[in-house]
């Protein structure tokens, strides 16, 4: 089973409207939890930290569930800017970052 | 200013060659990666150093060998270059070592051809 999964999508979401995924995390001692950004061909960009209490910064919300281990990003008001792949990061048992194949979201006019 | 700067942009090289991607960062940060993308999209960690010292050497052939010659470069060298090395690497640093809240910087990747 490999360290952090998330559903490669992708997620088609119409311009203005709400998508949220998931990712689940195998090491349930994990601390620090992750969501960056990488658009095509370019490289992955930090989005945002996920905490035990959760994280908002604007229209995006990170949720972390820690007794079925995953961490969830919900993006509301989507714009056409949104369309990337949202990676996942978690730390596995060595300490070491484990990022996930990430999940692609197409947001449509 | 780029924060982390990598090159080339694009490498194609012919099997068996030998190449050099180059890495720098100017953030001030201690620790510097090489992170390797492949065609399936998985980022995975090759190496990490802290303070020009190796801390993180993940099961990745001896052809490839790091080096930093000061904590703002990490260089990596690839030795008889195999077709199954072509993949996107990513050079990236952090203010903290792994394991901790550390933050990422990438640069914007190197795209590694191998005919």
């Known amino acids: 089973r490999k360290e952090v999964e998330q559903d490669p999508g992708p997620f088609n979401v119409p311009e203005g409207a709400t998508v949220a995924f998931n990712c689940t995390y195998s090491?349930?001692?994990?601390?620090?939890f992750f969501w960056y950004r990488q658009d095509c061909r370019k490289e992955p960009k930090l989005l945002m930290s996920v905490y035990s209490s959760g994280n908002e910064d604007g229209r995006f919300t990170a949720q972390l569930n820690r007794a079925s281990q995953y961490i969830s990003l919900l993006i509301r008001d989507s714009k056409l800017s949104d369309s990337a792949t949202y990676l996942c990061v978690g730390i596995d048992s060595w300490g070491k970052l484990q990022f996930g194949a990430g999940t692609q979201v197409v947001v449509t006019p | 200013d780029t924060a982390v700067s990598q090159t080339p942009k694009y490498l194609v090289t012919q099997m068996g060659n030998d190449k050099s991607i180059k890495c720098e960062q100017n953030?001030?940060?201690?620790?510097m990666y090489w992170y390797k993308q492949d065609s399936k999209k998985f980022l995975k960690i090759m190496f990490s150093y802290n303070n020009k010292e190796l801390i993180i050497n993940e099961t990745v052939p001896n052809r490839f060998s790091p080096k930093s010659p000061d904590k703002a470069h990490l260089n990596l060298h690839i030795n008889s270059l195999e077709l199954g090395d072509s993949a996107v690497y990513f050079c990236a640093s952090s203010q903290e070592r792994q394991g901790g809240d550390e933050k990422l910087f990438f640069g914007s990747g190197t795209q590694l051809s191998v005919l």
């Open positions: 090491n349930s001692a994990s601390q620090s």
């Open positions: 953030l001030g940060h201690d620790t």
